[in-house]
C-alpha cells in the first residue's frame, strides 16, 4: 500500500508527507472518520514508507526494496494489529499486556514497529488505562495508529496523547469513478451504489450491485404500501419496521434517492442526471402523480424521520406517525 494510494484525504496525506519529510513523526497518532474512509489502508502505507530502505523523494516508498516485498505479501513482522478477538467485542487487557512487553523490544526488521489499534473504541477502561502507560513513554522505534469514527467514546487520556487526524467523506466523483475502474459498473449504477455509500469507499467497494437493486425495490414496494395500503397494513409496516436489527438508514437513504429522482423529474432532469435510471418508467408514472410541493414535503418526512430515529424519541410510535401522514397526504391514484 502507498500513500499515493490512498484517495481524498489529501490533507491527511499531506500532513504525514510534511512529518516524514521532516522527520517527525509523532509516536501516537488517532485517525478518525467514518468506515471505509481509508483510515487502515493509511495506516499501512505509513507503515511501509517509515520502513523502505529506499524512500522515494515524494515522501512515498519504492515498492522494490526487500521491506516493501515483506509489506506487499503481508509479512512484514513489525506491523502489528491489535483488535477484539470474537467473540469479544473489546480489546482485553490480557491484549495489552502482550504489547506492553513487545514493544519493549527493537523492531525485528527494519526501524519502525508500527501497532494498529482499531477500532479505538473497543479497548475497555482497564486496557484502555494499561494502554496509557505505553502512551506516556513510549519506547522509541514504535508509532501506534489509533482508529475511531469519533473521539467521544475513547479516554480523554488517550486522546489528548495523540495527534488528531480527521478523514472526511470520500467525494462522490472519486467513488463513482473507482466503481468505474475496478468492478466495471455503468456510470448509472456506481451512482447508485455511491450515494448509498455515501463518503465511504470501502463501503462502496464492499457493496453488492444485485443485492443493493433488489433492496431499492423493496423500498419502493414499502412505499407503494405506505401510500394505498389500509390503516392496519401502514400500521403492521411501522411495527415490523421498529424491530430490533431493522436497517430504517438504508430504507431512509433508498427513499430518499427515489424521491430526490422524482423532484428531479419535476424539474425537466434527463435520464442521465437520475439515480435510479434502470427504474424510469415507474419514475416517470408517480411522477405524473405527484405534484413537486407533495415531493418535497416528502423529502421533508423522510429527512425528519431520519432524524427523529437518530434522537431518543419512541421509534415505534415515531413511524407510526410517519406512516399514517405519509398516508394521509398521499394522491388517489395508484403508486408503487
Ligand atoms: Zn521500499
Known sequence: MFLRDILGQERVIGFLKQALANDQMPHALLFLGNEGVGK??????????????????????????????????????????????????????????????????????????????????????EAANAFLKTLEEPPPGNLFILTAIGERDLLPTIVSRCRRLSFGAIPQAILIQELQNRQGLTTEQASLVAAINYGSLGGALAEDLMDLLAKRDQVVNELGVLQQGSTGNVLKWATEKSKKGTNLDSFIILARLWYRDLLALTCQATPAQLINQ???????????????????????????????????????LTLNNFSLQWRQEGPAGVLG
Not at 418508467?281 to 415531493?295: C, F, G
Open 40 to 125: 487502515e489502508s493509511t495506516a499501512l502505507a505509513l507503515a511501509q514508507v517509515l520502513n523502505c530502505e529506499n524512500r522515494q523523494p515524494d515522501q512515498d516508498a519504492c515498492g522494490q526494496c526487500h521491506s516493501c516485498r515483506l509489506f506487499a505479501t503481508g509479512s512484514y513482522p513489525d506491523f502489528l494489529q491489535i483488535n477484539p478477538v470474537p467473540p469479544s467485542v473489546q480489546i482485553k487487557i490480557g491484549q495489552i499486556r502482550e504489547l506492553n512487553r513487545q514493544v519493549g523490544f527493537h523492531p525485528l526488521a527494519g526501524t519502525w514497529r508500527v501497532v494498529l489499534l482499531k477500532p479505538a473504541e473497543t479497548l475497555n477502561e
Open 278 to 316: 434502470d427504474r424510469l418508467a415507474d419514475l416517470v408514472s408517480q411522477e405524473h402523480l405527484l405534484t413537486s410541493a407533495l415531493i418535497v414535503e416528502r423529502l421533508g418526512a423522510l429527512s425528519s424521520l431520519q432524524r427523529q430515529l437518530r434522537g431518543n424519541f419512541n421509534s415505534e
